[in-house]
């Protein structure tokens, strides 16, 4: 068919025809297996959406293609339920319920988080009876994280204000 109109390689999986049609051909199943391949590969069938959904759910949290392919996979793959295409298969189905599973809890134990921050930093400025600084929410956020939400509701329950403020602008508080 490429021959049929004519069509050059251009790049791995990626076809044009004659200049003055300006049309690219992409071939899914050709495309190499990198990043920059993504977002096109995970509407491939088979072998390549499974290879897709793995290179996606391997990507870093803050990836924008992750923040990208959610609501198209949901979209394609959950708000027609019944009408997934006939050449998907179900373990491709599955890989894709799993990623959004996780995908959610993921999501709501980072909300949890935050909400559990805010509180303790709300605790903190009401004992300190002041608005903390941004580098106090900075120290207070890495010691929540290292020294465990007991630690901290101990240190905000016991200590006085000014205390507190000395125990937020030591670099070795416990």
Known sequence: MLDGFGCEALSPGVYGPAPALHVRVVVLSELPRARSTLILRLMGARRVLREALQDLMALPEDAWQRSVALPLLVHFGYEI?????????????????????????????????EGRRLALARLFEKRLGRTMTDDERSTLAERLARLGEERMDEVVLTLDGDTLAAWLANPEGR
């Open 81 to 113: 339920p019944g009408q997934l295409p006939e050449d998907v298969e179900d373990d491709v189905i599955m890989e894709i319920q799993e990623w959004f599973k996780s995908y959610q809890a993921e999501q709501r134990q980072l909300g949890l988080d």
